[in-house]
Each structure stands twice: as structure tokens, then as C-alpha cells.
């Protein structure tokens, strides 16, 4: 990768510098918004897995959420008092990605010869499925604790330091919630470094073309199959490691949080922003995370000091307004609000070989 | 002309329900030669190459190929093989650059995999300069050079064309496979078409080519195959074929039936 310059080098430093000290700025406004933030996060690690799947190789899935509890669970099963087991994070979150990535093969191998519609029909129907799982895994042998959930799931730990707790560092006060702030911030550099990477590479270009024309792809001798296995594989992955995360982070997990409407939620996020733009991607994720919070806590406030009363839920209207900004971006804006760009690569040989003026 | 023989169609066969788009094909080509496939519409020319390349599978009858049973079974197979098509109504990657492109053609002769383009290690950066020389230099070689960094969709006509050629090459081909590549040009484009596939062969390649225009297979091919109703009905060189009874009466009909021909 090459330096950018100057002025680009600029801005990426103070966004940095602004993110290292969000966490601050938002926990004078009270905790709640850390976590939130943290969860944004967590959405933006999963948009930019189901990119892979819809943005880059073109595989409409909606079932994605299934792989983030299954990194969920993985975790949850390895790090609580329900087995008995507590293995370190920073185990438990490759077998999660691991875990997810064969679910994702296993979901990906029966659709290969499907498209479209098709597609999504199916994988809505695996994400359920699995969810029905957890649900009803408590017997005969109690696996999943079914409704119930997992409790006290472990905190993240490294060392002495644990997550859910504060420390003072530095004469810093860093919260529990903060101190996820900053791991998910560094896990999301590398996501976000392991998308690029992906993007601009032999299997990168292979996902394009498939989803360009799979037909064409086969020809010139993509093994479209295993190519299509990868991407489910890849963007369960980046669920996978999201879940764990999520559970983590939550100490609790119960199958209500793996269903059809995250999913859909998700995949608005990727559509949103730009399918197959990376940036776009994250704008949407972090847009859909962070507006419905805001409303939540300004349209009750608003609706008290104009009504006097509380009229419509704010449930109600981030729904609604969500609904909204979906069908205005359809409507006008269909690539989604930050697209992807033609990628200039240096044509070095010499030019004026004819072809385009 | 005694070259080895490349490829050999032995008894091809292939029906739709009750339409038997292909019946008892034998053909052969030989290392060097520019060999076209002619006849009238729905005489089988694309279903022989579909047939070829993967695409459908024939019900009766096998390809031998560079000495070796041809396995059609998945078409990225019959390109690892070394032969490489292109498509009559084009099938680009629209969205991708002309140059990425080409470089999705190199797909076969490359060999980095997830890992690799995560950790970018030194072999990989090695490939991927690589592949994109080679994808450059083929943008060149078939004319449109300058297009690189344009969107594939949005070429002109001709120069789409040259790019499912250079998509075609960039997987090292040793037979390349050309469904009607004139359809939709201008004469200019044409014998600009000519010429590329010309030098394809000078440098080495065999050209199998479904064509329409009936100037430019007579002008360029070595020898000629022509099939009606999916059987074939003459094979020899253009000037024999040309004055055959039954390619004429294939393609003008019995009747007053009128052909491009």
C-alpha cells in the first residue's frame, strides 16, 4: 500500500485522534452511549462479512444474523458457567470464526446452483433454522439452554485486565464499555485491513466476476463452486467473530437476539451504503446504528414538551423512519448512498494502442 | 498440411426433448488452423460450442483434445485444458474495468488463495504484478490498450469484442473458441477483427469460429465445417465448400427461402 498524501494523511489522523477520544466524549453523556457505540461497531464487523457475501460475490443472503449466534454461542458454550468452561478470548474467537465459516459451507453448498430469489429464500430459511436450534437445543441434552439464554457469560480478559470492569490507567478512568471500545476499534482495523486486502486480490476479483456473470466466470475457468463456498465461508467468519464479541460483551445471550429482523437489519445496512463499497458499508452500518439511538432519545423529550404527552412510541417511528430512508434510497439513490468507484490501476505500459479515444 | 491434430469432435449428440440440436458430429482441427463453423441459424454452431466448452453436456459422443480425452464435465475444466471461448451476445464483466477483466482471466494461471491475499506475502505481491502485466500486455496486443481503466459496459461495440478476446488469452489458451465475434460489426471493425485473429494464429494460437459473415470465414479460415439441422453436411476448404450443392441448398432452401448468405 502506498502512503497517501498529504492532506489525506491529515484527515486519516485526526479521525483517528477523534476515535480514540469518542469514548470519552460519549460517556460524559453517560455510559449507555459507549455501549452503543460498541454495538455499532459490532454492526459495522457484520455488515462488512455480509458484504463479502452480497456486496462483492453478489449471493443475496438472508440469513446472515445465524452465523453471528453461532460465533455467539461458541462462545457463550466456552466461556461460562453452563459447561463449566473458560477459555481465553482470544481462543474462543478463531473457533467462533471457525465454527461460523463451516456453517457457512454448509449453508453455501446446497444453493450453489441458486440465484436471486431463490437464494434468499433459502438462506432466510437456514437462518431460521438455526435460530429454531438454539430454541430447542435445551433437550435431550441440555445444549443452547433454549429460550433461556446464556448467562453470565465471561468478560474479555488479557492478563490481570478485565473488560467488565473499570481501571485507572494513566490517572484515566476507563469503563468496562470502554475498554471494549478500544479492542473492537483495533479488531475493526483488521477487519477492515483484511477486506481491502481481499478486495483487491486473485479471489477479490473472482467474487466480482461471479457476481457480474457466473456464466462467463466459469468459462474462463473460475471454479465458480469453491469460489461461491469461500465468500459464504469468509463472511460468516467476520459473523462468527462478531458474535463472540457480542456475547462477550453482553455477558447474556438468548436466540431472541439472532432473528430474522437483524438479518434484515444488516443487509439494509450493506444496501444502504453502497453494496461492494467498503466505505459505504461502514457509513451504513454506523448510520443505521446510531440514528435510531438518537431518535430514541430525543423523540420522547420532543413529543413531552410539544404534546405534553407521549403520542407514538419511539419503537414506532425509528421503524418508520427507518422504512422511510430505505424506500427514499431505493428510490432515488438504488447503488446505495456511497458507491463503489471505478479502481484506477496504473497502466503502465505505453499508451496509444488504439481502442479509446 | 500434416500439424498434429488439436482437437476432435467423435460422434457429438446432443437433444433438447425432442429437438436434437446435435447429431453424430465428427470434426476434426488441426494444431495452427483457423477452423470455422458455419450454418443457418439453429443448425447447431453455438450448441457444438456449448457442448465443447462445458456448458451443456452431450448426450452421446467425446472430445479429444490435445491427445487427451476432453473432460466437459465443468467448464472451468475445458479452460484449464486450454481452451478459451468468447460469447455471441457478449458476457463481460460489466461493473469491473476492462483491465480487471482481463485479470479475472488469469484466474486459471494464478494460484494465491484467501491467505495469501490477507497476509499480501512476497509471493503473492509477485503474482498479483504479474497477472497485471500480462493483463496489460494483452489489452495491447488486441488494440484497445487505452480502455484500461474504463468500465467494461461502457465500451464501444468492437472494442467489447476485443476485450472477451483478451479476457479469452489471458487464460494461456491453446485452442480459442469464437462465437460469432463479427455479429454487430462495422466493416471497419471487421477487418480490424481479421487482423487480430490472423496474428492470433501467426503467433502460434488455433482458432475455432462460429461466423455469419460468410466474406470473412471464406477469407480467414484454413477449412470450413458447416452443419444443418445439427448434423454436419460439408467439410473442406472454403473454395469446396463454397460450390457444395448441400450447403447451398442449406442455406438458400429448397424453396425461395432467403438467407445472409
Known amino acids: 500500500m502506498t502512503l497517501p498524501r498529504l492532506p489525506a494523511r491529515l484527515g486519516l489522523f485526526l479521525i483517528a485522534l ?45 440469513g446472515y444474523v445465524a452465523f453471528f449466534g453461532v460465533g455467539a454461542y461458541v462462545y457463550a458454550l466456552l466461556a461460562s458457567p453452563h ?140 471454479h465458480t463452486a469453491r469460489i461461491k463456498l469461500l465468500a459464504f465461508a469468509m463472511g460468516a467468519s467476520f459473523g462468527g467473530v462478531a458474535g463472540g464479541l457480542f456475547a462477550a460483551i453482553q455477558a447474556f445471550i438468548s436466540p431472541e437476539s439472532f432473528v430474522l429482523t437483524e438479518s434484515i437489519m444488516i443487509l439494509a445496512m450493506v444496501v444502504l451504503g453502497g453494496m461492494g463499497n467498503l466505505w459505504g458499508v461502514i457509513a451504513g452500518a454506523l448510520l443505521l446504528s446510531f440514528v435510531p439511538e438518537l431518535l430514541r432519545y430525543t423523540v420522547e423529550p420532543l413529543q413531552q414538551a410539544l404534546f405534553g404527552r407521549l403520542l407514538i412510541e419511539p419503537e414506532v417511528i425509528r421503524m418508520l423512519l427507518f422504512g422511510l430512508a430505505l424506500v427514499l434510497t431505493m428510490r432515488w439513490r438504488p447503488v446505495g448512498l456511497w458507491p463503489r468507484k471505478v479502481r484506477h490501476r496504473p497502466a503502465s505500459l505505453p499508451t496509444g494502442t488504439g481502442g479509446c479515444p | ?13 446432443k437433444s433438447f426433448g425432442g429437438v436434437r440440436a446435435l447429431h453424430d458430429i465428427h470434426l476434426t ?26 456448458l451443456y453436456r452431450a448426450d452421446s459422443g467425446h472430445f479429444e483434445f490435445a491427445g487427451q480425452r476432453l473432460d466437459t464435465t465443468a467448464p472451468h475444466r475445458v479452460a484449464a485444458a486450454g481452451i478459451a471461448r468468447t460469447f455471441q451476445n457478449i458476457r463481460l464483466f460489466a461493473n469491473m474495468t476492462a483491465l480487471e477483466n482481463v485479470m479475472v482471466g488469469r484466474h486459471l494461471r494464478s494460484r494465491s488463495g484467501i491467505l495469501a491475499a490477507i497476509l499480501r506475502h ?64 462495422n466493416a471497419s471493425e471487421t477487418a480490424g477483427l481479421r487482423t487480430l485473429v490472423q496474428g492470433l494464429r501467426e503467433d502460434g494460437l488455433s482458432v475455432l469460429l462460429i461466423e455469419h459473415d460468410v466474406k470473412l470465414v471464406m477469407g480467414l479460415c484454413d477449412r470450413i465445417a458447416v452443419l444443418d439441422y445439427g ?31
Open chain 1, 18 to 62: 477523534s476515535l480514540l477520544v469518542l469514548p470519552f466524549a460519549l460517556s460524559a453523556a453517560g455510559t449507555a452511549w459507549v455501549r452503543i457505540a460498541n454495538l455499532a461497531i459490532l454492526f459495522v464487523f457484520l455488515s462488512l462479512g455480509l458484504n463479502i457475501v452480497v456486496g462483492f460475490a453478489g449471493l443475496l443472503d438472508f
Open chain 1, 83 to 222: 459447561f463449566g468452561l473458560h477459555l481465553p478470548f482470544w481462543l474462543i474467537l478463531p473457533i467462533g470464526a471457525l465454527v461460523a465459516a463451516f456453517c457457512g459451507t454448509v449453508l453455501g453448498a446446497p444453493t450453489l446452483k441458486l440465484r436471486g430469489d431463490y437464494l434468499a429464500i433459502v438462506t432466510l430459511g437456514f437462518g431460521e433454522i438455526v435460530r429454531i436450534f438454539l430454541n430447542n437445543l435445551s433437550q435431550p441434552v441440555n445444549l443452547t439452554n433454549g429460550p433461556q439464554g446464556i448467562s453470565r457469560i465471561d468478560p474479555v480478559r488479557l492478563g490481570d485486565i478485565s473488560f467488565s470492569q473499570s481501571d485507572t490507567l494513566l490517572g484515566l478512568t476507563l469503563s468496562g464499555p470502554m475498554k471494549y471500545y478500544y479492542l473492537l476499534l483495533a479488531l475493526l482495523l483488521v477487519v477492515i485491513v483484511i477486506n481491502l486486502r481481499l478486495q483487491d486480490s486473485r479471489i477479490g476479483r473472482a467474487w466480482e466476476a461471479i457476481r457480474e456473470d457466473e456464466l462467463a466466470a466459469r468459462a474462463i475457468g473460475v
Open chain 2, 1 to 13: 498440411m500434416t500439424a498434429p491434430v488439436l482437437l476432435s469432435a467423435h460422434g457429438i449428440g
Open chain 2, 29 to 54: 482441427l488441426r494444431a495452427g488452423e483457423i477452423y470455422g463453423l458455419i450454418g443457418p441459424n439453429g443448425a447447431g454452431k453455438t450448441s457444438f460450442f456449448n457442448t465443447l466448452t462445458g
Open chain 2, 122 to 185: 512476497r509471493r503473492q505481491r509477485a503474482e498479483e504484478a504479474d497477472i497485471l502485466r500480462r493483463a496489460l500486455e494483452l489489452l495491447h496486443y488486441t488494440g484497445i490498450g487505452d480502455c484500461a481503466n474504463r468500465l467494461a459496459g461502457t465500451l464501444s461495440y468492437g472494442d467489447q469484442r476485443r476485450l472477451e478476446i483478451a479476457r479469452a488469452l489471458a487464460t494461456e489458451p491453446k485452442l480459442l473458441a469464437l462465437d460469432e465475434p463479427a455479429a454487430g460489426m
Open chain 2, 231 to 261: 448434423e454436419k453436411i460439408a467439410e473442406d476448404v472454403p473454395a469446396v465448400v463454397q460450390h457444395d450443392p448441400r450447403v447451398i441448398t442449406a442455406y438458400l432452401g429448397s424453396g425461395a427461402e432467403d438467407d445472409d448468405a
